[in-house]
């Protein structure tokens, strides 16, 4: 699956919080951990498996152009989160990973530092890079009844978060990643001339600016967080990079001593830049997301840890059809904060 439609479905997944989180109350170490595992189906042209733990995306030969077929998986799931705070209680470092980045195959480990200001509001600076296990994609996604190649798909990149800005509910998220691909032959089984397999490339950049504004209704019991973002998948071939919006809605119900209950829906709309030499179509598509998720504090008299499960959904519907993606998962896991 591409990563873009999957981006839609899991920002509610890697915690129920929406923004950034208050500062602990002493200063030291905390953090947050969540052990699990997931099951669900794929349907990606383009993801080959994920190196390490040997989970195939997608199959190593193909018989058309036409849409990808089902990919069954079965995944271990593991977010963890170690920050420490200093004596003031307003700045932090934070090192670990996203339960949402694995989900959607392009695991990254982030290092940050967060300073709280008393009247501008909460900043947070990270840098983001791949981490194990490594996401392998088709050096050639093209290739009909052979089997294909894969080669690792790396990025790197940051993310800038502006919460609470200026004593408000709004937020704001730019995010830029560098995309890169160890062996990038798309086109090179067919009859294409050098600028037309340049069409194809897929590495470059990714980058993404969001605007939420977070409502606490109930003293705490209900948070709803409208977001717009655009997004410019500015990639080095031209029919296959991107531009365009996401309209996201995020609600949290807090249960007090009984559950917390995630949900997030996504729809975004990305226009293609110029036509892909193989289809003749630009690569325009619509992208529609889901993603909820349980927390039960508690439960089977577990005093600091909490059960959790998940469930997401996600389908991209593009002009073309062998760039079509969707997948679903869920998830079942324990987690606890120290």
């Known amino acids: 699956m591409k990563k873009s439609v999957i981006a839609l479905a899991l920002s509610a997944l890697s915690l129920p919080a929406l923004a950034l989180d208050k500062m602990p109350d002493e200063a030291g170490f905390s953090g947050f951990v969540n052990l699990g595992a997931g ?48 004596s003031n209680l307003k700045t932090q470092v934070s090192l670990g990973n ?41 050096a050639d996604p093209y290739v009909i009844g052979e089997k294909r190649k894969d080669t690792e798909r790396s990025s790197t990149g940051g993310r800038f978060t502006w919460d609470k800005i200026f004593g408000s509910q709004f937020e704001v998220k730019l995010t830029s990643r560098e995309i890169e691909i160890d062996d990038e032959r798309s086109g090179a089984w067919l009859d294409l001339s050098a600028a037309e397999r340049k069409l194809l490339d897929r590495e470059g950049d990714v980058m993404r ?39 996201a809605l995020s609600w949290v119900f807090n ?19 110029k036509k892909n030499p193989i289809f003749d ?29 998940s469930f997401i959904w996600a389908d991209s519907d593009s002009d073309i059809d062998f760039n079509d993606s969707a997948g679903w998962m869920f998830n079942v896991g324990i987690g606890r904060k120290f």
């Open 255 to 273: 249960n007090p001593g009984n559950f917390t209950w995630a949900n997030n829906i996504v729809y975004s709309s990305l226009e293609g830049d």
């Open 98 to 138: 996203d339960l949402a980045d694995f989900l959607q195959f392009d695991r990254s480990t982030l290092l940050a530092v967060r300073h709280d200001f008393d009247r501008v509001g909460r900043m947070q600076l990270a840098v983001l890079s791949s981490a194990f296990p490594q996401t392998e994609v088709w």
């Open 281 to 309: 179509e630009v690569n325009d598509a619509d992208q529609i997301a889901f993603a909820s998720q349980m927390f039960f504090p508690g439960m089977f008299g577990l005093k600091k840890w909490e059960p959790n499960v």
């Open 39 to 86: 099951t669900g189906s794929i349907e990606s042209n383009f993801l080959a498996r994920l190196a390490g733990i040997d989970l195939d995306l997608g199959d190593d030969t193909i018989d058309d152009f036409g849409s990808p077929d089902d990919e069954s998986i079965t995944t271990p799931a593991i977010n963890l989160s170690l920050n420490y705070t200093f």
């Open 209 to 247: 600016a969001e605007l939420g504004y977070l409502v606490n209704v109930q003293n705490g019991r209900h948070f709803i967080r409208p977001s717009v973002a655009f997004v410019d998948r500015d990639l080095d071939g031209d029919a296959m990079a991107q531009d365009g919006y996401e309209f």
